[in-house]
């Protein structure tokens, strides 16, 4: 088709900040490889026929982004195609089921119902966030958003996890085991690193186990399917439909690529969600986990585009602002300001939301999960190592935790000086700037006397 193939370059070489392919760096062979599937003689034949009967087929991305570019679907329909496409090949070895929202009267499927309402539910419900995501009632206010939805959004995928990585998921989070960890523990080392002579590292947890564990959400990770504990894929309209019901204060962005985004992000109401391509690699690793095949997706739609769109649109201006505040002397800060990944809105409280808390921890497990990730995991995983270097070599590393963690407190009197001198001089004050200035002078008096194993603990709790 003439008119597709003319499409083509101008579509991946476009300059709209919300461009699929704003992060292909190698646009020319992308533009190469689709316009020899625009080419083909049955092109029109197949973009005429639903995506679900294509998946097989060896040019189906292609396909699916020229059925975008002829407007035959949208963008959410494209970036649920690539995303279960990703799923389909992570799970080639395990059955892979696809639930209908609805059956063929349109009622409301009684099983996808049930999924529904364990999905929405937080983790632990000991934990400070055991809110439920949604209510039951809810739940069936959502399904009824969801009629109007395309048919091929109106479903979604349940696999068995490939590794249950849940029982070593302490192996960069939970900071109180790292540090009350005794020197001679194999039993205790293997669950904290796993089966550290895998060469893939198969057996450590991926991102999606850490969202579940220390993340405490399961919005759209683990349910019960048949008394087996599956995991869920939902469609992209799906998580689009809830996210409007919880807050609707970002609005999703499909890209192909990751890229450095979050500032412009929060500054226009919106959040990006990376999806697998052959057009650009997509990083194998992300905040230092495995990310296997569709888990970059699902950590950034199931977790951090929940979580944007509980923060208001006024609170998320207050974070770009402090962000750019902070950026020219504390950089690593200023990220925490833009990636705006503050837990207490899951309980719909935002005075009880302190930014402190959230740079406090951020710092201590970032900095924990480099050290790890960089310098102790390769040395476990090397068969020349012995057992007693290996055992030195954890030691080390809980001494150093200590160290990094003393230097912290004065570090974060810093940050929350600047903070609260920069908002102070600010006239004008919205309520919640007047909140967070009120937080900054709480949290200042409480450094300045508390002992080093109160901000420990101040640290590592959720």
Same mark, same amino acid.
């Given at each position: 088709?003439?008119?597709?193939?003319?499409? &083509?370059?101008?579509?991946?070489?476009?300059?709209?900040?919300?461009?699929?392919?704003?992060?292909?760096?190698?646009?020319?062979?992308?533009?190469?490889?689709?316009?020899?599937?625009?080419? @083909?003689?049955?092109?029109?034949?197949?973009?005429?026929?639903?995506?679900?009967?294509?998946?097989?087929?060896?040019?189906?991305?292609?396909?699916?982004?020229?059925?975008?570019?002829?407007?035959?679907?949208?963008?959410?329909?494209?970036?649920?195609?690539?995303?279960?496409?990703?799923?389909?090949?992570? =799970?080639?070895?395990?059955?892979?089921?696809? &639930?209908?929202?609805?059956?063929?009267?349109?009622?409301?499927?009684?099983? #996808?119902?049930?999924?529904?309402?364990?999905?929405? @539910?937080?983790?632990?419900?000991?934990?400070?966030?055991?809110?439920?995501?949604?209510?039951?009632?809810?739940?069936?206010?959502?399904?009824?958003?969801? *009629?109007?939805?395309?048919?091929?959004?109106?479903?979604?995928?349940?696999?068995?996890?490939?590794?249950?990585?849940?029982?070593?998921?302490?192996?960069?989070?939970?900071?109180?085991?790292?540090?009350?960890?005794?020197?001679?523990?194999?039993?205790?080392?293997?669950?904290?690193?796993?089966?550290?002579?895998?060469?893939?590292?198969? +057996?450590?947890? +991926?991102?999606?186990?850490?969202?579940?564990?220390?993340?405490?959400?399961?919005? /759209?990770?683990?349910?019960?399917?048949?008394?087996?504990?599956?995991?869920?894929?939902?469609?992209?309209?799906?998580?689009?439909?809830?996210?409007?019901?919880?807050?609707?204060?970002?609005?999703?962005?499909?890209?192909?690529? #990751?890229?450095?985004?979050?500032?412009?992000?929060?500054?226009?109401?919106?959040?990006?969600?990376?999806?697998?391509?052959?057009?650009?690699?997509? $990083?194998?690793?992300?905040?230092?986990?495995?990310?296997?095949?569709?888990?970059?997706?699902?950590?950034?739609?199931?977790?951090?585009?929940?979580?944007?769109?509980?923060? $208001?649109?006024? =609170?998320?201006?207050?974070?770009?602002?402090?962000?750019?505040?902070?950026?020219?002397?504390?950089?690593?800060?200023?990220? *925490?300001?833009?990636?705006?990944?503050?837990?207490?809105?899951?309980? *719909?409280?935002?005075?009880?939301?302190?930014?402190? =808390?959230?740079?406090?921890?951020?710092?201590?497990?970032?900095?924990?999960?480099?050290?790890?990730? +960089?310098?102790?995991?390769? &040395?476990?995983?090397?068969?020349?190592?012995?057992?007693?270097?290996?055992?030195?070599?954890?030691?080390?590393?809980?001494?150093?935790?200590? +160290?990094?963690?003393?230097?912290?407190?004065?570090?974060?009197?810093?940050?929350?000086?600047?903070? =609260?001198?920069?908002?102070?001089?600010?006239?004008?004050?919205?309520?919640?700037?007047?909140?967070?200035? @009120?937080?900054?002078?709480?949290?200042?008096?409480?450094?300045?006397?508390?002992? /080093?194993?109160?901000?420990?603990?101040?640290?590592?709790?959720?």
């Amino acid at each position: 088709m003439d008119s597709i193939s003319a499409q &083509i370059g101008p579509f991946v070489n476009s300059a709209d900040p919300s461009s699929l392919f704003r992060y292909v760096r190698q646009k020319e062979k992308a533009i190469e490889r689709l316009s020899l599937v625009a080419e @083909k003689p049955d092109l029109v034949e197949k973009l005429d026929k639903p995506l679900s009967c294509l998946t097989k087929d060896p040019d189906f991305e292609d396909l699916t982004v020229l059925a975008h570019l002829s407007g035959r679907i949208n963008d959410i329909q494209l970036g649920t195609a690539f995303y279960w496409r990703s799923v389909f090949k992570r =799970h080639e070895d395990h059955p892979v089921h696809e &639930i209908p929202l609805f059956l063929e009267d349109m009622t409301v499927n009684h099983i #996808a119902q049930l999924i529904m309402n364990q999905t929405v @539910k937080q983790t632990n419900p000991l934990s400070p966030y055991s809110k439920n995501i949604l209510t039951e009632e809810q739940v069936n206010l959502w399904f009824e958003n969801m *009629r109007l939805q395309p048919s091929s959004e109106q479903r979604f995928l349940i696999a068995t996890p490939i590794s249950d990585g849940t029982d070593a998921i302490v192996t960069m989070n939970n900071s109180a085991i790292l540090l009350l960890m005794p020197k001679k523990n194999a039993e205790l080392q293997r669950k904290i690193f796993g089966n550290c002579t895998d060469p893939d590292q198969s +057996t450590l947890p +991926t991102i999606m186990d850490a969202v579940y564990q220390e993340g405490q959400c399961n919005l /759209f990770n683990r349910v019960t399917y048949n008394n087996e504990t599956h995991r869920i894929f939902p469609s992209i309209g799906m998580a689009a439909t809830l996210f409007k019901m919880v807050g609707g204060n970002a609005t999703l962005t499909l890209r192909f690529g #990751a890229g450095q985004n979050l500032r412009e992000n929060g500054l226009n109401g919106e959040r990006d969600v990376v999806v697998r391509n052959p057009y650009q690699l997509t $990083p194998k690793r992300v905040d230092f986990y495995r990310a296997p095949g569709d888990e970059y997706t699902s950590h950034d739609l199931c977790f951090h585009s929940y979580l944007a769109n509980l923060v $208001p649109r006024e =609170h998320q201006k207050l974070f770009i602002e402090l962000g750019d505040f902070l950026a020219p002397t504390h950089p690593f800060f200023a990220d *925490r300001c833009y990636d705006m990944e503050c837990h207490s809105y899951r309980n *719909r409280s935002a005075t009880t939301n302190t930014v402190m =808390h959230t740079f406090s921890r951020h710092c201590f497990l970032g900095w924990s999960r480099k050290n790890i990730s +960089t310098h102790v995991l390769p &040395i476990l995983q090397n068969p020349a190592t012995s057992d007693e270097e290996k055992e030195d070599l954890l030691v080390q590393h809980f001494q150093t935790i200590f +160290t990094i963690t003393k230097e912290l407190q004065p570090l974060e009197v810093s940050i929350i000086t600047l903070v =609260h001198s920069y908002l102070s001089e600010k006239t004008d004050k919205t309520p919640f700037e007047i909140e967070i200035e @009120k937080l900054c002078t709480e949290r200042l008096t409480y450094l300045k006397t508390a002992s /080093f194993i109160e901000h420990l603990l101040y640290i590592i709790s959720p």
